[in-house]
């Protein structure tokens, strides 16, 4: 060890601290120990070229205790890799090439990602398989080692532990790793929570375990790791004391260096120590440069000689053959066989023509499909395909990330239920874009006696919430096959086949070689004419989904189509217009899947059902644990009917709200070639007569309780009008076209609106005007209309904590309300004036919008009682009363209610409490969006309120 050493030393420490400092975050006591370990490593032992960081015989080297990352970029940095010392400076930041831990892709020089503790031990077991692998058949062009620094935290992991146990069964002797004794983590010592003895446990595992005596001292370091390096049957442990935070006065040694900056005094004093200048910061002296220059020229000369020794002769692992359709060469069976079969027939068949392919299970491999007869890696035998990981799903996943990395196509397989053992390390797979194959078998409660334990109930739904992650579950051999076929062909995400343990039927096949990568989804029963519902479903269920299609037709004369959806995110991803081709909305649809199933309420409109497994199973015979969840053809073809027929006789016709929707979408597409034109009488009469057309097709009798016509003398719905094609009775409140100013001005508040309830639900009033106050549910009970307004005002500011000049209240923009909002401004309150769309303002007070706190007015009464209605389902509070506008209409009201004057009506006594309220946007109105031009179609954005139930949907209308 000579003085240019040590000075290179300790411009790595100087280096790593001042990152931590300007970032202002950080872990700085690891570089400060660590720094000759990497020093000596990077100039003594690696060999690497930075002008070409994935040359193939490099030695590989994982900072497992990614905390300390700044250490590795700066010797990244020194040594000659694309890290300028701008980078450093920019350690942590946005866009940076040093993130705070690090990741695989972003910089160049860094293997693999790291951060969670214990990954990158195990990683890099995988890496070490990969090249005693590689080096069976190089004919010596591969021989690198693989090198890790690992810290006290790696090694209480359990996942280390799992990887270090077949690391040292299968003699990865080129596997070293350091291991940064501190006896310091976060919380305190070490010693506190864990006194094992690392020395007995790895040698235990079949390990070398080296300890180097001096940790500041080059010569020392270097005679451990050759010592290491010459062990040719074992994996070494190189077992570093370290002292965390070396040199900083008042840090070192504590657990206050381990995961925020020094500071400036700690950091001032801590480079006086190393008789190091305070400024400049990111300081790299010329001689430090000029020496390590000497040894990168060195490095490159060695790539440089590989090169032409073996540059010509190596031969990387044959990837998997994508291309072709190898189904013609793979036949499918006729009869039923498990997915896991079908899984186990096309490795078979892939592995005798890849190198690459390689994976095995945790111990599961006759119950996942694995055993087909591939030849397993032995102690000192890497020429085989299969592993056996023995019962370790953690150190298995990650292990196949580390094959991923260097060049191989690997695959695990456990349970799904066990997936969650492995999750940490899959969700770095896909942080990577990493391919590797996850087979996951027993994929629902079909497991049976096993019991809730073994029975997958969230993980696959937890699967597919994992961004850049293929999760695929097929139904029968085809679609096996071609999840296959797409795990293959896709190298950038891990792809995950969820595969059963009961045998399927084989259904029809799909003619197209890409439609899963296309749609995720095909039929696979349908119907000769327009389906009457649909079922989706994915893997076991298809078959069932299919027998209940049967059902339905035999028995209910229901006609169904069948959509087999092995890849859910594909197909929830594909246009609206291309999914609608295949399940069209408006369509009743019934997603049958035996899984936690929170992802599928984005496809779903109102009317449509999902039916899943919300809760944990039980232990029982398989029939009998389909039967407790309610999995049988007859249960789920009662469903299904309810969908088509029974939702209007049980009193709650949630498809009814698809079916009204259709009569505002029409009377929204009527209107929009008048908006903007100026003449809202032709607006009225386009939304009027598609609003009528459209509601004459309900399977319902409905009867226009409260309607316009006759208030305005206009072409609209009149009182009394019956529609519809059905015998059960409903009433409807209508409003085809709310905010005709808005309309014929083309500016934002135009919307169609129809309330409907069961028949007696909506009051008949005699009047055309109601006097109505609305407020959201947290200012509910306060308001009284027989009280000024100016009073209820300052109610509701006290009930909500609001001044008076921060309750907004919304009041129509009319001749008659022009003394009242004067005076409410003269006393300081923020009035805002609309000249039309009431519904949609007041939807904005029971929403809670803190810009509109209350409704005031004197408006049309359909638009009363919508809102009504809309003020029950929402728990806010709504008073009105009769405000006829002329003398004819005062003697109308009088003749029914003497007291109008007086006799207030709350929501309930004017709409029931069922109600349903349906709107769209014409010209968009807050919370809705405008419409937009698909093609040939309009994309239109509605709201539905139902029994408290508040959703918008985006639907493609002709």
């Keep these: ?49 930075p002008k070409d960081p994935t040359w193939p015989n490099r030695d590989r080297f994982i900072l497992s205790a990614g905390h300390g990352s700044a250490l590795l970029y700066a010797l990244l940095h020194l ?118 003895d690392p020395v007995a446990r790895f040698t235990s595992y079949g390990w070398q375990v080296i300890t180097i005596a001096d940790t500041e001292d080059v010569d ?14 074992r994996p070494s442990l190189v077992i570093a004391p370290t002292i965390i935070g070396r040199g900083a006065p008042t840090k070192q040694n504590t657990s206050k260096a381990h995961g925020a900056p020094l500071g400036a005094e700690e950091i001032t004093a801590t480079k006086a120590a190393y008789g190091w200048p305070v400024e400049p910061a990111f300081l790299v002296p010329e001689d430090v440069r000029s020496y390590l220059a000497e040894q990168i020229v060195a490095k490159q000369e060695s790539h440089k000689t590989w090169t032409q020794t073996y540059g010509a002769r190596f031969d990387p692992p044959s990837p998997p053959l994508v291309h072709g359709n190898r189904r013609s060469t793979l036949e499918l069976p006729t009869s039923p066989v498990a997915t896991r079969a079908a899984s186990a027939t096309f490795l078979a068949h892939q592995a005798a023509q890849s190198t690459a392919l390689i994976g095995g299970s945790a111990d599961l491999a006759e119950s996942t499909g694995l055993n087909v007869g591939l030849k397993a890696l032995a102690p000192n035998d890497f020429t085989g395909s299969t592993i056996h990981f023995g019962i370790r799903e ?39 874009g990493l391919g590797v194959i996850y087979l996951f078998s027993h994929d629902s409660f079909a497991v049976g006696e096993d019991g809730p334990t073994h029975q997958p109930i969230e993980q696959l739904e937890a699967l597919r919430i994992i961004p850049n992650t293929n999760v695929l579950r097929p139904a029968d051999a085809f679609e096996t096959y071609a999840s296959w076929e797409l795990a293959l062909s896709d190298r950038s995400r891990p792809t995950i086949l969820a595969l059963t343990r009961q045998p399927l039927p084989q259904l029809p096949l799909t003619p197209s070689p890409t439609w899963l990568t296309d749609i995720g989804a095909r039929v696979v029963y349908d119907t000769p004419s327009s389906p009457e519902i649909i079922l989706l479903a994915s893997g076991s269920e298809v078959a069932l989904a299919i027998e209940v299609a049967k059902i339905l037709k035999e028995e209910d004369d229901v006609w169904a189509r069948v959509i087999s959806v092995p890849w859910r995110e594909r197909f929830l991803a594909i246009e609206p217009r291309e999914r609608d081709a295949l399940a069209p909305t ?73 079916d009204l929707l259709r009569a505002t979408e029409a009377a929204a597409c009527a209107a929009l070639d008048e908006v903007g034109l100026g003449d809202k009488d032709r607006a009225d009469q386009a939304a009027v007569t598609a609003m009528r057309a459209e509601l004459s097709r309900l399977p319902v009798s409905a009867t226009v309780i409260v309607g316009e016509g006759e208030k305005d003398h206009a072409p609209m719905l009149y009182v009394g009008e019956r529609l519809g094609t059905g015998t059960i009775d409903i009433d409807l409140a209508v409003d085809p076209l709310e905010g005709t100013n808005f309309a014929a001005s ?23 005007y109601l006097e109505k106050l609305i407020v959201g549910e947290r200012a509910a009970g306060v308001i009284d209309l027989n009280r000024p307004l100016l009073e209820n005002i300052k109610r509701v500011a006290s009930r909500l904590g609001l001044g008076v000049g921060e309750t907004s209240v919304v009041i129509l923009a009319k001749p008659r309300h022009a003394a009242v909002i004067a005076d409410l401004r003269a006393h300081g309150v923020p009035v805002i004036e609309i000249p039309d769309g009431d519904v949609m303002a007041s939807l904005r007070v029971l929403k809670g919008d803190p810009a509109t706190v209350m409704l005031w007015g004197i408006g049309g009464t359909p638009e009363g009682v919508i809102s009504a209605a809309a003020t029950l389902a929402l728990s806010g509070q709504m008073l009105a009363r009769c405000a006829p506008q002329s003398d004819t209409e005062a003697a109308l009201v009088a003749a029914d209610y003497p007291d109008y004057a007086t006799r207030c009506f709350d929501a309930s006594e004017l709409a029931h409490p069922s109600s349903i309220v349906v709107a769209t946007s014409i010209t968009g109105a807050n919370p809705l969006g405008p419409p937009r031009t698909v093609g040939e179609f309009s994309e239109l954005e509605s709201l539905w309120i139902q029994e408290g139930r508040y959703g918008v949907v985006r639907r493609l209308v002709p």
């Design 394 to 432: 953690h150190a298995m996943a990650a292990i196949a990330n580390g094959l991923a990395l260097s060049g191989y196509t690997p695959y695990v397989s456990t349970f799904l239920v066990f997936s969650d053992y492995l999750r940490p390390a899959l969700r770095l797979s896909a942080i990577m």
């Design 1 to 49: 060890m000579n003085s240019l050493d040590q000075r290179c030393i300790t411009t790595i420490r100087m280096l790593s601290i001042d990152q931590v400092e300007a970032a202002r975050s950080g872990h700085p006591g690891l570089p400060l120990g660590l720094a000759p370990i990497g020093y000596t490593l990077f100039s003594r032992i690696l060999n690497f070229d």
């Design 79 to 196: 040594f000659g890799y694309d890290v300028g010392i701008t980078e450093l400076a920019r350690f942590r930041q946005l866009g940076s090439k040093t993130p705070g831990h690090p990741e695989y892709g972003l910089t160049p020089g860094v293997e693999t990602t790291t951060g969670p503790l214990g990954q990158g031990v195990a990683t890099a077991v995988g890496m070490a398989i990969g090249e005693a692998k590689m080096r069976e058949n190089s004919h010596g062009a591969i021989d690198h080692h693989t090198y890790v620094l690992a810290s006290d935290g790696d090694l209480m992991e359990g996942i280390s532990h799992e990887a270090a146990s077949l690391a040292g069964h299968l003699h990865l002797d080129r596997l070293i790793v350091t291991y940064d004794s501190n006896d310091i983590t976060i919380d305190g010592p070490r010693h506190q929570s864990c006194t094992d």
């Design 746 to 768: 083309g500016r934002e508040g135009a919307i169609s609106v129809i309330a409907a309830a069961q028949s007696g639900g909506f009051r008949s009033l005699p009047g055309y």
């Design 586 to 658: 408006g369509v009743p649809r019934l997603v049958v899947e035996a899984s936690v199933g929170t992802g599928w309420h984005a496809f779903l409109s109102p009317g449509d059902r999902l039916y899943g497994v919300d809760h944990f199973g039980t232990s029982a015979p398989v029939d009998d644990v389909a039967a407790h969840f309610g999995f049988t053809a007859e249960k789920v073809a009662d469903a299904a009917l309810d969908l088509v027929v029974d939702s209007y006789r049980l009193g709650h016709p949630s498809h009814l709200v698809s």
């Design 220 to 233: 020392e370091i270097e005679r451990a790791y050759r010592e290491a390096i010459a062990d040719h049957d």
